[in-house]
């Protein structure tokens, strides 16, 4: 089982549309970290949120960690063909853990 | 700085062979880990370092050695390999100021293990 959950598993949307994926846990995490990983590449981290409550603003992406430090969402606004790609969260504890990912196709 | 990178980008194995999966960092970063990366089930950690002579198990550490004798480099040993290793792996340098561990990750390796 995983100890990070993400959902959707798989998300495919057209250009322009608004979309959520979500990170849940019952463990707490000193911090959370969400990537975006193209095909054949590593992942390439795009937030590390700390604060319960915490909001980063990254161009159209926003990210929310939650209250008690278990669970975060990412959200795209007008999606674009170029934020195709694989959306993983982690989190920092004793040791780094990921969740599964969301696997994001825009289409144009 | 050419970041994190990992050689081989392929390997193909068979069942009992070892080999080493090189990693280096130029960011003089003090962490490094080695994860593994399977269909569904995202990134597990295998073995990290916190330091040049220090290292530690991670979720996954069975069937891999790792040492640290430098701060740029943390090879990844397969002693004997399994088919249940086929897998990408990944290794990452980072660092943590206070806000949280910001890793850097490496371009990956392919290995397919017959």
């Known amino acids: 089982t995983q100890l990070l959950e993400q959902s959707p598993q798989f998300l495919s949307i057209q250009e322009g549309e608004n979309l959520t994926v979500y990170c849940n846990s019952s463990s707490v995490f000193s911090s959370l970290q969400w990537y975006r990983q193209e095909p054949g590449e590593g992942p390439v981290l795009l937030v590390t949120v700390v604060t319960g409550g915490e909001v980063k603003k990254l161009k159209r992406l926003t990210f929310q960690f939650g209250d008690a430090r278990k669970d975060s969402s990412l959200h795209i606004t007008a999606a674009q063909t170029g934020d195709t790609g694989l959306y993983l969260c982690?989190?920092?504890?004793?040791?780094?853990?990921f969740g599964a990912g969301t696997r994001l196709t825009v289409k144009p | 700085n050419a970041g994190v990178t990992q050689t081989p980008k392929f390997q193909v194995l068979k069942t009992g062979q070892s080999m080493t999966l090189q990693c280096a960092q130029d960011?003089?970063?003090?962490?490094m880990s080695w994860y593994r990366q399977d269909p569904g089930m995202g990134l597990r950690l295998i073995h990290y370092s916190v330091g040049a002579g220090i290292t530690d198990q991670g979720e996954v550490p069975n069937g891999y050695n790792v040492s640290r004798s430098t701060t740029e480099d943390f090879p990844l040993r397969l002693l004997s390999a399994a088919p249940s290793q086929t897998s990408v792996y990944f290794c990452a340098s980072s660092y943590s100021d206070g806000r949280g561990e910001t890793q850097y990750f490496g371009p990956g390796t392919r290995l397919l293990v017959l």
């Open positions: 960011m003089n970063h003090e962490y």
């Open positions: 982690a989190g920092e504890g004793n040791d780094m853990r």
